[in-house]
């Protein structure tokens, strides 16, 4: 009995965790130019206890990895660390079938677009290249887990 009372409260506390976990920093890719069973947005994002969800086009989510306590306080203070200013980028001839690819950091309560890829020209922040490197190394690597 003990041990179910255990396993009980583990579980809640689990979830109520799971519950107040906000999201800290995530990839967003829509894909449109595909299969209707492809095309959609496909999301990858950390959460604020270290948790990686994958968010395919049906909305299904999929917690693939946890990042280390350290490791996501670090991360939250990179991005604390990030000087909001205008996406540079070089403009020039882009193309109409690629996706549309956002990394967007929770900043003071305020979703703040650090990356944009659209029609393969890619704008970003020079102050969160650092965290631009982070949120795609973790996405590689969960999409690999897959």
């Known amino acids: 009995m ?3 009372i255990m396993l009980t409260l583990l579980i809640f506390g689990m979830q109520a965790q799971a519950a107040t976990a906000s999201v800290i920093l995530k990839s967003v890719t829509f894909v449109g130019f595909a299969p209707p069973s492809v095309a959609g947005k496909y999301t990858t994002q950390i959460l604020s206890n270290g948790s990686v ?6 909305d299904k989510k999929t917690v693939m990895l946890k990042l280390s306590a350290a490791a996501t306080k670090n991360l939250i203070n990179k991005i604390k660390s990030i000087k909001v200013e205008e996406l540079q980028g070089e403009d020039g001839p882009g193309c109409m079938d690629a996706p549309l690819k956002m990394i967007i950091a929770n900043i003071n309560g305020q979703d703040v677009t650090l990356k944009s890829t659209m029609n393969c020209i890619e704008k970003s922040m020079s102050s969160a290249y650092e965290v631009n490197e982070i949120m795609d190394s973790t996405e590689s690597l969960a999409s690999r887990l897959k």
């Open 2 to 4: 003990k041990n179910l």
């Open 53 to 58: 969800e994958l968010i395919d086009n049906k």
